[in-house]
């Protein structure tokens, strides 16, 4: 290829350095004698070379990496878990899988990635369309799912729901992931935590109640078995630990559909993503210590992505 | 990839891909992010990854995860012009030329900059660089020049500052 002005500089940088072979160096130069501001260009690089030098700054929480030594996600999960179960969590809405969970024994818990998705969320005062929209838009994958295990990775990105989930995962999501809040069916214990959890603004931040109250099912937070060898001792379970508050978000109304709201699919998505927004406030943020979790937004779509898993709560597609 | 070699990767790789990130991105939160998921992945896909391309796999996805955030965050300078002397580019502020040419780093275009960090900061070769980016070998010897060319003319004189 004839070195030219339009492709010089993808030899400039072996001229500089010097491992232009013979000929192809021979050719470049006689390119520049005939092209005196390319010449000159190159001649300042050959005067002074700007180059950058590395820092010294250090990853400042290696401890967090390691899989082997340090403090592994896990027990940083642990710690946070109980600060979690006396503090906080939950707004109609919770990480689901509950029936996975529940049936203890299996080897399902291990093949939960860290994916969370929604269920319980009830809005009442009249707003039954609203109520029908979001239950869809957040229930829906998960009802139709054969099973738990596949409710979770419908709700995944990354995994489809055909795919075995490789042996790695298991471990990781032993380490990272083996928390999740869920729903408590027992009718005895469901019945006293929904009325525990009965909310109005206006018992949070001394804002007038709204219109539509909202009406959330408290969950409990449990820690996954440890089902895989990897987990190591010391884990304890704490699936005993009642939520005893909940983390109001700064909003609720948020959550509610304004009145000029038609159709059923703009009420989806704005619930969806004001949903979104809420979920993030009152139980994502507190996990944010555990893994990177952010909430995204683009046109089409809104969700909480988590340890890389992705969860679409709006889709106008 | 045993758990010890994976730990290795951490003791070896974790500081340089947190820099890379730190200079890509400016923001100590997200570069952290951009590490932790990068190892995620690592961890994730540690029987895949070939023995002796573990920093280029950690760096590869690192890259692409900057790139995303950046544009998400709607910071990625898509223009190729790059504008001598605009910025807080001021040759008297900085204490030596390290710094100065910190500071005009930031006025590159994105991909120049990355390539710019890998080719300096963690001396990958060319064809090194662009199966991290994707790019034709070509292409990250077009972009690199263009962003040492950039470089050196917002330095200007260099006895000013030598």
């Known amino acids: ?317 | 990839m045993t758990v010890a070699e994976y730990d290795k990767c951490v003791d070896t790789y974790a500081d340089s891909l947190y820099r890379f990130a730190l200079k890509s991105l400016r923001n100590r939160d997200e570069a952290n992010d951009i590490v932790q998921e990068s190892f995620m992945r690592l961890w994730e896909r540690c029987q895949e990854v070939i023995s002796g391309k573990e920093k280029s796999y950690l760096f590869t996805i690192g890259h692409h995860l900057i790139i995303d955030r950046v544009r998400m965050d709607k910071r990625f300078v898509h223009s190729e012009t790059m504008q001598a002397g605009a910025g807080n580019s001021n040759a008297q502020e900085y204490s030596n030329i390290g710094e100065l040419l910190e500071s005009y780093l930031d006025e590159l275009p994105g991909i120049q900059r990355s390539l710019v960090m890998l080719r300096d900061y963690e001396g990958y070769s060319y064809q090194e660089i662009a199966e991290i980016t994707h790019l034709s070998e070509s292409q990250v010897k077009v972009y690199i020049f263009r962003a040492r060319t950039a470089l050196r003319k917002s330095i200007g004189n260099i006895e000013n500052i030598l």
């Open chain 1, 1 to 317: 290829m004839k070195i030219s002005e339009d492709n010089y500089q993808e030899w400039a940088m072996d001229y500089l350095e010097g491992t232009l072979s013979e000929s192809r160096r021979a050719e470049f130069e006689t390119f520049l004698a005939a092209n005196r501001d390319i010449a000159a260009g190159i001649a300042s690089l050959q005067e002074y070379m700007p180059k950058l030098t590395a820092s010294a700054e250090t990853f400042p929480d290696k401890k967090s990496l390691y899989k082997d030594r340090g403090v592994t996600p896990l027990k940083r999960l642990m710690s946070l878990a109980g600060g979690m179960a006396a503090a906080a969590v939950l707004i109609g809405a919770v990480i689901v899988a509950g029936d996975a969970i529940r049936r203890s024994g299996q080897n399902t818990a291990a093949h939960m990635p860290r994916l969370v998705a929604l269920e319980n969320v009830e809005i009442s005062g009249g707003m039954a369309t609203a109520e029908a929209a979001l239950a869809e838009a957040v229930t829906a994958p998960v009802e139709n799912a054969k099973n738990s295990t596949e409710a979770l990775i419908a709700y995944s990105g990354t995994v489809a729901q055909d795919e075995e989930i490789p042996a790695v995962h298991e471990a990781a999501a032993s380490e990272v992931a083996a928390a999740v809040i869920t729903t408590e069916t027992a009718p005895d214990t469901r019945a006293a935590e929904t009325s525990a959890t009965e909310v109005t603004p206006a018992e949070t931040d001394g804002t007038p109640a709204p219109a539509h109250k909202i009406r959330g099912r408290a969950g409990r937070l449990h820690m996954i078995p440890p089902t895989h060898a990897t987990v190591g001792g010391g884990y304890e379970l704490i699936d005993t630990a009642p939520l005893t508050a909940m983390a109001i978000p700064d909003k609720l109304t948020d959550i509610t559909a304004p009145p000029m709201m038609a159709s059923t699919a703009d009420t989806r998505s704005v619930l969806g993503q004001r949903l979104a927004m809420v979920i993030r406030r009152s139980i994502i943020a507190p996990l944010d210590e555990i893994s990177p979790v952010s909430f995204f937004k683009t046109d089409e779509i809104s969700g909480i992505e988590i340890a890389s898993r992705t969860i679409i709560l709006s889709n106008k597609n």
